[in-house]
């Protein structure tokens, strides 16, 4: 079945440091694919998303590249601020069917 | 233009009792869907329900639970006789007609004492 590996956290950086999270699928076909984010007590919010290979998903400094032939979704931002502290999930799907998450990266950014 | 409104937000229980939680779209969308969230765990999938029908329900257990979006007013997710493994997160999506993003509610965190 479909399925996204997430790297384990917890991931602890200083502000203004460089960011990557690393998200990894296995699907047949070709999903789509999400970041969401998750402030503490909070529901999910999407911080961005691509639908086809190479599409590159941005938001709030964050980036993601869709890319097909390592069927991975990293997500990055250059420089952290300790508001980007939160829980983040990759995710997949298809069309309007369900998604599938990884276990999410509890992100700490530290002042 | 409210989002995935859920309610209510916390709820407690005791073993044995029933908990409903319920989960209203955003405006114009018609595909509802539940999640589960355990205790420093991602989510998963439990029900995907459109107006009026169940279109996929592989992630709900079998027993105790069901789920419900009538034609008018919002979706219900019930969970009967609750013993203490159902202390979680519960998250209701909802999606446009076409469209694949799913906007999530704030969640019900039940705890089942």
């Known amino acids: 079945g479909d399925s996204v590996t997430q790297m384990e956290g917890p991931v602890t950086l200083s502000e203004e440091a460089f960011l990557t999270i690393n998200c990894t699928y296995t699907?047949?076909?070709?999903?789509?694919l999400f970041w969401y984010v998750q402030y503490p007590g909070e529901g999910l919010q999407l911080l961005l998303k691509a639908t086809k290979a190479d599409d590159k998903g941005s938001n709030k400094g964050f980036e993601a590249t869709y890319r097909k032939e390592t069927t991975s979704f990293h997500l990055e931002k250059g420089s952290v601020q300790v508001s980007d502290s939160a829980v983040y999930f990759c995710a997949l799907n298809f069309g309007n069917e369900k998604l599938t998450f990884g276990t999410g990266t509890r992100l700490t950014i530290i002042p | 233009n409210a989002g995935v409104m859920q309610n209510p937000r916390h709820l407690v229980r005791r073993r044995g009792q029933e908990a409903r939680l319920r989960c209203s779209p955003m405006?114009?969308?018609?595909?509802v869907y539940w999640y589960r969230q355990l205790p420093e765990e991602g989510l998963k999938f439990m029900v995907y329900l459109q107006k009026e029908n169940i279109i996929d329900e592989s992630g709900m257990p079998k027993e105790r639970f069901s789920a419900e979006f009538p034609k008018e007013g919002p979706s219900i997710l019930r969970i009967q006789q609750v013993v203490r493994g159902d202390s979680a997160a519960y998250f209701c999506?909802?999606?446009?007609?076409?469209?694949?993003?799913?906007?999530f509610g704030p969640g019900t965190r039940l705890t089942v004492l």
């Open positions: 405006k114009g969308h018609s595909h």
């Open positions: 999506a909802s999606s446009h007609r076409v469209a694949d993003t799913q906007y």
């Open positions: 699907a047949t076909g070709y999903p789509s």
